[in-house]
């Protein structure tokens, strides 16, 4: 089979998107040696081991951003057996099969997060106005994804098939016993998330600033990534008088993410709404213990390895860190069932699960 992705995505590794495209194509390039891919790409960076069964195209175009190119890259290839956008778009004219991932609905269930009036949106509508009618089947990353796109796109169940993201293995570790001894190393309390609101990094920065000062002054917050825009959690955290242990570190290569999850007493993810939360896998990957939101995907992703709390209760999401900050037991246990738990999931399972849907749909 032919088979095209469209990566818009690879333009920005660091995003969860970004991620996914990335270690799909990978995954795919090692478990899948029969089908012949055509990958398309924005920008002239592929990060990908060479394979005689994968071929790489650069399409530029500067127009309308995504949803030009989206539909032009796709016209250049010519026929195809299938073609897979490995996120939420839709296709005005398709040449075979299409199959898109999506992620979540969250733009749906929180429409005050999304921007609707922009001139990509408006070319999305205008070029398909009826953007379900040409997908032939739907991918998503889990239970809850899945159970929220068909209540709410009214997708027939058997359209949508569960996928799981995975865990870069060889990448996200433990750290080493030399490294444990880093005198370097700060304790942190770490989070790592996005400016979306729906991330709910107002609610931890509570939480860190209600702990016991005996505890709280031990430790940093380490907020990683592009956390606020607006600098309205700046303002709260002067508020709180927690300025001086508080860091924003900004986006950071990878190299350095790890070095976080490696050295950080427990990450918190607080959201509100996730897809899946890959986050909250690559920190018990690297020996992290874990509290997380337990509302929509996270509960099936975390199994009984994370410490869950309403991520709407400070209080109760500040008593689950100052668990795990003072009890070692606790923070012994729940670093061995996530490092258990991560084994559940690979990027050559996601891979070899979503070529197999590839021959189904294809061959149905």
């Given at each position: 089979?032919?088979?095209?992705?469209?990566?818009?995505?690879?333009?920005?590794?660091?995003?969860?998107?970004?991620?996914?495209?990335?270690?799909?194509?990978?995954?795919?390039?090692?478990?899948?040696?029969?089908?012949?891919?055509?990958?398309?790409?924005?920008?002239?960076?592929s990060p990908f081991t060479p394979r005689a069964n994968i071929h790489y195209h650069v399409c530029r175009y500067p127009v309308f951003k995504r949803r030009f190119w989206e539909q032009m890259a796709t016209v250049l290839v010519g026929r195809y057996d299938l073609l897979h956008f490995p996120y939420d778009s839709s296709l005005a004219v398709k040449r075979g099969k299409f199959i898109v991932t999506i992620h979540d609905v969250k733009p749906l269930l929180y429409p005050k997060t999304s921007k609707h009036l922009n001139v990509s949106g408006l070319v999305k509508r205008l070029l398909i106005p009826r953007p379900l009618k040409n997908i032939d089947h739907i991918i998503t990353v889990s239970e809850c994804s899945r159970k929220d796109i068909v209540e709410t796109l009214g997708v027939p169940s058997e359209l949508v098939t569960v996928i799981p993201q995975g865990v870069e293995h060889?990448?996200?570790?433990?750290?080493?016993?030399?490294?444990?001894?880093?005198?370097?190393?700060?304790?942190?309390?770490?989070?790592?998330?996005?400016?979306?609101?729906?991330?709910?990094?107002?609610?931890?920065?509570?939480?860190?600033?209600?702990?016991?000062?005996?505890?709280?002054?031990?430790?940093?917050?380490?907020?990683?990534?592009?956390?606020?825009k607006q600098g309205t959690l700046h303002q709260l955290v002067k508020q709180k008088g927690i300025e001086a242990q508080t860091r924003y570190s900004g986006v950071v290569s990878d190299q350095q993410l790890i070095r976080y999850y490696q050295q950080a007493s427990v990450f918190v993810f607080p959201s509100l709404y996730e897809g899946f939360g890959l986050p909250v896998l690559e920190a018990m990957a690297c020996g992290?213990?874990?509290?997380?939101?337990?509302?929509s995907s996270l509960p099936e992703v975390v199994g009984d390895a994370a410490l869950m709390v309403d991520?709407?209760?400070?209080?109760?999401?500040?008593?689950?860190?100052?668990?795990?900050?003072t009890d070692?037991?606790?923070?012994?246990?729940?670093?061995?069932?996530g490092l258990q738990r991560v084994k559940q999931f690979s990027w050559d399972q996601t891979a070899m699960q979503t070529a197999s849907l590839y021959d189904r749909v294809v061959n149905v």
């Open positions: 089979m032919k088979i095209v992705i469209a990566a818009w995505h690879l333009r920005d590794f660091n995003v969860g998107l970004g991620r996914y495209t990335q270690n799909l194509i990978e995954s795919l390039g090692r478990v899948d040696q029969d089908n012949e891919y055509e990958i398309l790409m924005p920008v002239d960076s060889k990448k996200f570790l433990p750290r080493s016993e030399e490294d444990a001894h880093d005198s370097e190393s700060l304790p942190s309390v770490l989070c790592v998330a996005g400016s979306d609101p729906t991330k709910n990094i107002q609610t931890l920065i509570l939480a860190f600033s209600l702990l016991p000062e005996a505890i709280r002054i031990c430790f940093q917050l380490i907020l990683v990534g592009d956390v606020d992290c213990p874990v509290v997380c939101s337990q509302t991520p709407v209760d400070a209080m109760a999401m500040k008593d689950a860190i100052q668990r795990i900050l070692p037991a606790l923070q012994r246990r729940l670093r061995e069932a």
